[in-house]
């Protein structure tokens, strides 16, 4: 079955650095666009960044431009979010989710992992 597994969440000063996995399982990884999403407290889904499946083509949300990188290594089947400079208001908890054929609604989750920015 198709599972996506985030880590590499935790607690960073402002200004500080992470960088987030999602080990991908039970399908063809380097078949599918992938996308991360967040969640901060108390508001709702805020889609962060996708990838297309060869890599070569990525978007961002206007509030991670210039701070945020998104990439994929299809041979380890793992997608990675570099994030740079981050800010309080990047708090939140960051799920990587699977970009079903043709687009629209994302049909597999991972079960989310908590980035707190906080000094």
């Known amino acids: 079955q198709v599972q996506l597994v985030e880590s590499g969440g935790g607690l960073v000063q402002p200004g500080g650095s992470l960088r987030l996995s999602c080990a991908a399982a039970?399908?063809?990884?380097?078949?599918?666009?992938m996308s991360w999403v967040r969640q901060a407290p108390g508001k709702g889904l805020e889609w962060v960044s996708s990838?297309?499946?060869?890599?070569?083509?990525?978007g961002y949300a206007d509030s991670v431009k210039g701070r945020f990188t998104v990439s994929r290594d299809n041979a380890k089947n793992t997608l990675y979010l570099q994030m740079n400079s981050l800010k309080p208001e990047d708090t939140a908890v960051y799920y990587c989710?699977?970009?079903?054929?043709?687009?629209?609604?994302?049909?597999?989750w991972g079960q989310g992992t908590q980035v707190t920015v906080s000094s």
């Open positions: 989710a699977k970009v079903p054929t043709g687009g629209g609604a994302y049909d597999y």
């Open positions: 039970g399908f063809t990884f380097s078949s599918y666009a």
């Open positions: 990838i297309n499946s060869g890599g070569g083509v990525a």
